[in-house]
């Protein structure tokens, strides 16, 4: 289920443009450091895992690219357009080509698993009230919150909230998905089973994936297409 | 002396910037009600309905009980000086000026701000400090379709509907005092229609719309204004209740002046 056209033609993307694209970005905030910037491509299907310690700077890509920060240098571009650049409602609409997962989870805590998970399928599509239910009773089965769906997230467990969180964060079947640290608190078979889930589309093919994390477990690393290890703002090594 | 000056422009900028702030907070609430989906509008409306149970259903008895009370001492107090004038035809007027169309509307705003007003500005708040507001947006959500909309039609509904109640009570009150002094029914209803108008009707449900407003959105805006974190959520709590009852006083004002 995709954004509907209403929603979705406003801001074109650029066919063939990678997913998502740092270029020469300050995650610092260190204009008078111009050797710190970043520059990563993440391909279309690839998984790609940003990894950094505290104040790496990875804390700043999934603002950045969701366009909720402005790059003090350089350019963040998602499907070839430069987000920062668009206007607040223009961004809104934009913003539904992305699955973005917070630190956290960002779930609304008055609302059940299953409403969290219903609300970007209810508020980003216009499709009829069957659909709706049809799509979120999917995605309740594919990410098994169906034992949990109407518990509010603090009647749930960590790994059942992030679960619901992932799932919120694919309902709109899109692109690119955006996840911050998304494993703090799984165990690695909880993990590797999230980034699985996550990983795949709709129609089964591959999606890009943005993840950042602190480090990776050995379990969710034979799903992750590339490493790139980054320290001080800077990227400093990137692995296939 | 300068800095004196100083201090006063400085706080007529502030005044002015939370004003545009707040015409900005309805142009963008009222925008966005066009761009509400489908499935959408089923959800805004159920919360609209919760909305209505908390702010009007839930608020009947102590409004009713209010407007019993109110009306009960004002007719009880008049009739007594009246009386003491042979006066007791000024009684609509009291009932009608005074009761129904200042102290109602007022007394029905303020139970709402207190009850309602407090809950929407908490909300907004924690909704904030919590990084819901940054969820919705990152979904592609309008935060002012799904928390501010619903929130500004519900205060609306609400209270425009307890004013009503309002007033029908305090009417019924309004007679049972009268009758304990002595009065008959029929005189009492003859001396309160003749003041009670059209316009009286008119003018509590144009309060209703603009009391109800003014409450949804200075809470919302001042609860959606946390920055912090949860320490703030208290004082914006206060700033959203202070505010509004200002407000309510100044459009109580503003309406006798484009009335009369």
Known sequence: MRPSATAGAQVPAVAGAPPLVYRDVDLLGRADRPDRRFSMVVEAGAVVAAIGDEGSGIEALGRLALGFDRPATGAVEVFGVPVAALPYDRLLVFRRRLGYLPQGDGLLQNLTLRDNVALPVRFATDHRLQEVDRRVAQLVDDFRLRAIATLRPAQATEEDRRRAAIARSAALDPALVVLELPFVGLTSRAASDLLERVRRSEDGSARAVLLTSRDLSPSVRPAVTRVVRVVDGVAVDDRK | ?260
């Not at chain 2, 966005?32 to 959408?40: E, P």
């Not at chain 2, 009246?82 to 000024?90: K, P």
């Not at chain 2, 129904?100 to 909300?123: F, M, N």
């Open chain 2, 1 to 260: 002396m300068t800095s004196a000056v100083a201090a006063i422009g400085r706080s007529g900028a502030r005044q002015l910037s939370v004003l545009g702030g707040l015409a900005r907070f309805v142009v963008r609430t009222v925008r966005a009600s066009a761009r509400l989906t489908r499935a959408g509008r089923w959800v805004t409306l159920r919360v609209l309905l919760n909305q209505i149970r908390f702010t009007a259903l839930q608020a009947i008895g102590l409004v009713a009980f209010l407007a019993a009370i109110l009306a009960f001492l004002v007719i009880s107090q008049s009739i007594r000086q009246l009386g003491r004038l042979g006066a007791l035809d000024s009684l609509g007027t009291i009932m009608v000026v005074a009761v129904i169309r200042e102290l109602g509307p007022l007394l029905t705003a303020l139970i709402v701000v207190s009850r309602s007003g407090t809950a929407i500005a908490a909300e907004m708040a924690t909704n904030r400090v919590m990084g819901e507001v940054t969820a919705l947006e990152a979904m592609g959500i309008d935060p002012y379709i799904y928390l501010v909309l619903p929130r500004m039609l519900g205060a609306i509904v609400s209270v425009a509907s307890l004013m009503v109640l309002f007033d029908a009570v305090a009417l019924v009150s309004g007679y049972v005092a009268a009758a304990t002094s002595g009065m008959a029914f029929t005189r009492y209803t003859a001396i309160v229609l003749k003041t009670l108008s059209a316009t009286d009707v008119w003018l509590t449900l144009a309060k209703g719309l603009f009391f109800g407003s003014a409450v949804a959105v200075f809470c919302s805006y001042h609860g959606l204004a946390v920055k912090a974190g949860p320490t703030e959520i208290p004082q914006a709590v206060t700033r959203g209740v202070v505010s509004t009852i200002v407000a309510i006083f100044i459009l109580s004002a503003l309406f006798v002046l484009v009335v009369t």
